[in-house]
């Protein structure tokens, strides 16, 4: 395993802390399973140069379980 230098140790702690205000809490588990979910692309920005040419697609969602409840995410 590497090492980090003290600078880099502080950035990290402060990433870690403002993810637990993000989130609301610690990480404790992923529930089993994922669920589907499809993004559907709006016709009327269809010729947006970010979203011209694919069709609507489907993303796998996990979900996480904090202490402080239930979160989804997609990717």
Same mark, same amino acid.
């Not at 950035?11 to 559907?40: I, N, S």
């Given at each position: 395993m590497?090492t980090?230098?003290?600078?880099q140790?502080?950035?990290?702690a402060a990433?870690? =802390?403002?993810?637990h205000?993000l989130?609301? #809490?610690?990480?404790v588990?992923?529930? %089993?399973g994922?669920l589907?979910? $499809?993004?559907?692309?709006?016709?009327? =920005?269809?010729?947006?140069p970010?979203i011209a #040419?694919?069709?609507?697609?489907d993303? %796998?969602?996990a979900?996480?379980? $904090?202490?402080?409840?239930?979160?989804?995410?997609?990717?």
């Amino acid at each position: 395993m590497g090492t980090i230098t003290p600078q880099q140790r502080d950035k990290l702690a402060a990433a870690v =802390r403002g993810y637990h205000l993000l989130t609301g #809490g610690k990480f404790v588990m992923h529930p %089993p399973g994922f669920l589907g979910h $499809t993004c559907q692309l709006s016709p009327e =920005r269809a010729n947006h140069p970010i979203i011209a #040419g694919p069709d609507d697609f489907d993303v %796998p969602q996990a979900r996480t379980l $904090t202490e402080r409840g239930l979160l989804w995410a997609s990717w």
